[in-house]
């Protein structure tokens, strides 16, 4: 009796294994030249996206611009459609000065970079843990039916596909799905985010992209978001409600973005954390980013001032006197000196740098 239960149960698992790839990426393990799919297939980005590539690559030193292959393959997925044939691989490698089995072996490596054709309007079902419990396979199968297609499988019109990410960091609104929408090409990229998502919901969602609207649920999102936040139902959120955030509460830069979000509004609110998206300008970012290091005020950030902040960032990492040298020979590469003060413009200048780089991440989920 037990040997039989075992053997069942083995059984069971190794049919879980059998199961086709979820991923658009690890769906294929090997590569097989096709007609829309070979080396030999000229490719090379556009010249707005070759502006972004050198972009990309001057946050980082000279001698390390391979660090930038991963934002690069994303711009290279944005131009083609959704998904990277090996021309584009080899093309990034191009740009980056490595061997193109360096590039490929990232793009095999993360399930984000697809390596088959996906829809216009890509959709991604969360696959953890959080979301299963909440239902996502219900969503999912929803979605399948609704649309006539199997995992990793294109619809015929090409507008839509279906795949599973992994935690997409919302766990709160469990279940949940994003759409990348590709409809526009690059400059047009949007990735939206769809929480508290049931099959009926998904549905609608799938009908309103056909017809070319775009579905308010980010707004939606954001507003009940506010909402959990406001506890009082004040119309405003306090620092303390802030706080209530673990992973606000443990940036070591939680106090200097206390002063900056206490006491919002949900225009405020809005407004404050559309600077952090991806959508947001550099310039955007920059003027944000500066108001953390211009902690009294003044309009202006000293050295000082810049200095405290490296060391909330950077811990017992780095030694004051480490810090000093980055930052002192940081400042002299822009035409600066400890002495200096920076305006908003100066600072933007100092940012840009590819000896330093500064972030601020603002989670609210």
Known sequence: MLARLAANRLHEIRQIFRQPSRSFSTALNYHIDSPD?????????????????????????????????????DLAQQQHGGWLPVSAMD??????????????EVATFYSMFNRAKVGKYHLLVCGTTPCMIRG??????????????KRNEVTKDGLFSVGEMECMGCCVNAPMIT???YSNGSEGYTYNYFEDVTP?????IVEKLRKGEKP???????????????????GFISADEFLSVPEFAMNPLSQRLLKMVDGLNFKDFVAFLSAFSTKASFHQKAEIIFKVYDSDGNGKVS???ILEVLKDLSGSFMSDEQRERVLTQVLQE????????LMLDDFIKVLGSTGLKMEVEVPID
Do not use: M
């Open 216 to 234: 308010p649920q980010e707004i939606v999102s954001l507003y009940q978001r506010f909402c959990q936040l406001d506890r009082n139902s004040k």
């Open 136 to 149: 996502s396979r219900d969503i999912e199968d929803a979605l399948l039916k609704h649309l006539g297609v």
């Open 200 to 204: 009926k919901k998904v549905v609608e």
């Open 334 to 341: 822009c035409g600066y000196t400890r002495e200096s003060y």
């Open 303 to 305: 050295f000082n001032d």
């Open 91 to 104: 093309a990034v490698a191009k740009v980056i000065e490595v061997a193109p089995i360096r590039v490929y």
């Open 179 to 181: 759409v990348a929408d």
């Open 37 to 73: 799919n070979k080396p030999d297939l000229p490719w090379e980005f556009s010249a707005a996206n070759k502006e972004k590539a050198k972009e990309i690559i001057s946050h980082y030193p000279s001698n390390y611009k391979q660090s930038a292959v991963i934002p690069l393959l």
